[in-house]
């Protein structure tokens, strides 16, 4: 793979803060793009958000903040919400103000929408006052009067936009602020956070975290649909699929209407899929369908997987997916659509036929550098406790770790580097070495299978040294916790590795990501294993539980009543009991 698209991100200049831009253009006598707003509160204005963004205010000390900025704005609530930093500012402090301030704007700002529906930075403030609206008309400690007047804006919004959608579908600025009253309306998730937000490993295996659901007026809903029933008769249903701007909007419609009607959201995804993705534009059936074929497309057919209910997601897969699993998962356009619809596989009728046309070729795929494939086909073997050993051993035999058998020992580096076995690939150097992502996690979701033997045995058979340096490693450091906590794997098991790792504990207590592992292995060892361990930090002590690292775990293993009083250690430290 060339080196060149690594490059260039390096090469990348970073992109300048807002606030830093607002500065330079400040000096040069520009006081935010839109309507103008004099020098003196343009400053202030840019002070107010760099003590929003800087400091940690307590509630009474921001109130104080968000009431000075209100008053600011009193009888300018438009020329502000009009300028560049206005609308910053305001989009800032409005979820904190006060009842009477956000209805002065919600007065001022539902007077006239239609020119505010397309400016470029009233929208902005537009959909601030949609989004509070709504969570403070559904919320039970609002005032009555209150929510009832927070209600009447929404609909008023809401009811404008879908009145007059020919003149806002196709702007920038009016169909982002349509997609903000869809998810106010059914309270479903910003996809501008969402996507923000990092992934970590309980998503990866699968761990979902349960959100409470919100209670849906039947008014909001009756808005929902009648949006939805409009939009699926338009003429130009076809072309705003090939939009992203139009696309991304059906998106937030599909994820409102499953809260909102689910029988009409049926009728569009079965639209969907006969009329648009199904459809072949060259008329040979070798091609691939329209469906994977443009970006737009592509993340509408990601959430149209994600909210179809079981019959028709079986009917998508059967159409859409089968029998063209390794030709969509070997392109890079198409291999996300791979991984969502393994991803929203419940059961094992759904996943088996599509992990039987990959299990073959896993070399293929990694060689196209998509290794996030076989990432979500290994986190539902896991999750749905099936093909598990057939997974493992497809890996084996395309990292060529297979046959024979001896060969086996290696196939944790071979994970970790995701790259068949190599004799002449060095074993040392592992710190310096930059591991696969998906492979240190397929390893951890490995870890967990029923039956990891072949896994365990690999692990146990390396050298010392090596894991010791495996496992100072940013990515590597987590496969220990997988092994020690792993269901699947017996106390005989993590005890030979407590003896595995003898000599290597001072190292792994000085490393940021050693310190990790070494702590992995603490919890689970008993009191043979941390007497051992103990003798063995106790050695030349002053080398290692002075550093940054070494004191917490100088700290968490008690070294300095082990000095003292190694009776007294072995009462005060809580231990499992031994195995018989």
Known sequence: MSDEPQEKRKNRKRKKSFLKNARKYAKRGHFGRGSQIDEDTYQYFLRVMETFKQEALDEEEKAILVEQVLQQTIDKELDFACNQVGCRVLETVLPFAQDSALEKFMEELGNDMRPLCSDRFAGFVLQALV????KKSLDSSTDPDKRLYYRKFLQKVSNFLSNNMEDFVWDGIGNHILRTCLCSLVQIPDEKKEQKKRPNIKDVKGEDVKKEEVVVPEDYRAIVKQIGERLIVWPQFEEMCHSELTAGLFQVLLKALKKADSKLMKSYLQKLLTEIFLKNQSGEEAKLPQGFLSSSMLVLLETALQVAEKKMFNQMCEQLFTGRMLQL???????????????????????????DELADHFLEIIEKDNPAVLLAVCEA?????????????????????????????????????????????PKAGLLKEKLSLQGTLMLQLMLEFNKPIALVNSLLNMDAQVLKELFSHSMGSHIVDSYTKSAFIGERSREKLVWKMKDTYQELAVSKYGSRAFEAIWNVANIKGKLQIMQELLHKEQLWCNSQFGKIIASKVNLALFKRNKETWKSAIEVKPEEA
């Not at 989004?131 to 709504?134: E, G, K, L, N, Y």
């Open 131 to 134: 989004a509070i609206s709504a």
């Open 329 to 355: 998962a070997s392109l890079r356009s198409t291999n996300f659509a791979v991984q969502k619809v393994i991803a929203q596989c419940s059961n094992k009728t759904q996943f088996d036929p599509l992990f």
């Open 381 to 425: 073997c896991k999750r749905l406790s099936t093909k598990q050993g057939t997974f493992v051993r497809n890996m084996m035999k395309s990292l060529n770790c297979l046959e024979p058998e001896d060969r086996q020992q290696h196939f944790i580096l071979c994970m970790c580097r995701l790259a068949p076995y190599d004799p002449k690939s």
